[in-house]
């Protein structure tokens, strides 16, 4: 088990881009399975990308072709690039890890 924390979050608009971090606290090495989700006021968290130890990764349709997720074992750390951003993507982002407790989120939000 290890802790998480997400950072990278922030203002930005239409069209723009951010870079989320989620730092172990530990080696990631053995963990299969990481992602990251996001909840929108109101409505349910909902999984964004996922990426497992051997680097196949999964998409929610709605952000197919704009997000990737990449982890880099050596830094044990896991990232989110987001590009293009839409207002519909505000919301705050949580990385998980198999096994481990959910990180404290990180907030992002994109104006118009």
């Known amino acids: 088990?290890?802790?998480?924390?997400?950072?990278g979050g922030g203002l930005v608009q239409v069209g723009g881009s951010l870079r989320l971090a989620c730092a172990?606290?530990?080696?990631?090495?053995?963990?299969?399975a990481m992602g990251w989700y996001r909840q929108a006021p109101g409505k349910q968290r909902e999984l964004v990308a996922a990426i497992t130890s051997g680097g196949s990764t999964n998409y929610a349709n709605s952000v197919k072709g704009r997000f990737t997720i990449s982890r880099d074992n050596a830094k044990n750390t896991m990232y989110l690039q987001m590009n293009s951003l839409k207002p519909e993507d505000t919301a705050v982002y949580y990385c998980i890890a198999q096994g481990s407790p959910w990180g404290q989120g990180t907030q992002v939000t994109v104006s118009s």
């Open 1 to 7: 088990q290890v802790q998480l924390v997400e950072s």
């Open 24 to 32: 172990a606290s530990g080696s990631i090495d053995s963990i299969e």
